[in-house]
């Protein structure tokens, strides 16, 4: 059974930086397709970014040029390094993930796993 296991939040200041982590495991394929999610309170949720390998890598226009990600394929994991934090980044982080990768309109889009999530707050 596939597991993704997520680490790195935390509570950090506006205009700080947090890297969050996620590594799959329990698969005998490689997960080509990660990528990134977050809910916050009473909002949908959303993709931050994701990255399907040879393919394409996509943004949420409200992080572009703050967040990176990046993927590992030797460890089947990926990172999202995000910079200048604001209070409206805070929400709950989902690591995806899928063996082949889905695009919507040219766009990552939900793959079949899920992480449990992990909190990131940004606060004074």
């Known amino acids: 059974q596939v597991q993704l296991v997520e680490s790195g939040g935390g509570l950090v200041q506006p205009g700080g930086s947090l890297r969050l982590s996620c590594v799959g495991s329990?698969?005998?394929?490689?997960?080509?397709?990660m990528g990134w999610y977050r809910q916050a309170p009473g909002k949908q949720r959303e993709l931050v970014a994701g990255i399907i390998e040879g393919r394409t890598t996509t943004y949420a226009d409200s992080v572009q040029g703050r967040f990176t990600i990046s993927k590992d394929s030797t460890k089947n994991a990926v990172y999202l390094q995000m910079n200048d934090l604001k209070p409206e980044d805070t929400a709950v982080y989902y690591c995806n993930a899928d063996r082949g990768g889905k695009l919507y309109r040219g766009r990552y889009y939900d793959g079949d796993y899920w992480g449990r999530g992990t909190q990131v707050t940004v606060s004074s």
């Open positions: 329990g698969m005998v394929f490689s997960l080509n397709a």
